[in-house]
Nanobody, 118 residues
């Protein structure tokens, strides 16, 4: 069973920065679409950012211009650089690896807590 491993969460003051990492061992990482999602208390999980196997990126409107997703295929790792953090960014952040060609595959990490508070 593939298990993605996130790291880098923590407590940060408003306006601060954090960098999340997600390692995906045991998969052909380069062909997967990698995504970062988040879930705040009482809310549904939402897509934050996504990067395709070719390096094309996409962001939710709420984080565009503040967050940057990137990947290192040699390290089977995807990153989320988060700048200008605000209290509304507080959530558990999850990493996802998705392969959309049949047979499709879908893997999630266990989540890492990000808390933005003064």
């Amino acid at each position: 069973q593939v298990q993605l491993v996130e790291s880098g969460g923590g407590l940060v003051q408003p306006g601060g920065s954090l960098r999340l990492s997600c390692e995906a061992p045991g998969i052909m990482f380069s062909v997967y679409v990698m995504g970062w999602y988040r879930q705040a208390p009482g809310k549904q999980r939402e897509l934050v950012a996504e990067i395709t196997s070719g390096g094309t990126t996409g962001y939710s409107g709420s984080v565009k211009g503040r967050f940057t997703i990137s990947r290192n295929n040699a390290k089977n790792t995807v990153y989320l650089q988060m700048n200008g953090l605000q209290p509304e960014d507080t959530a558990v952040y999850y990493c996802r690896a998705a392969y959309y060609i049949l047979p499709t595959k879908n893997y999630w990490g266990q989540g890492t807590q990000v808390t933005v508070s003064s």
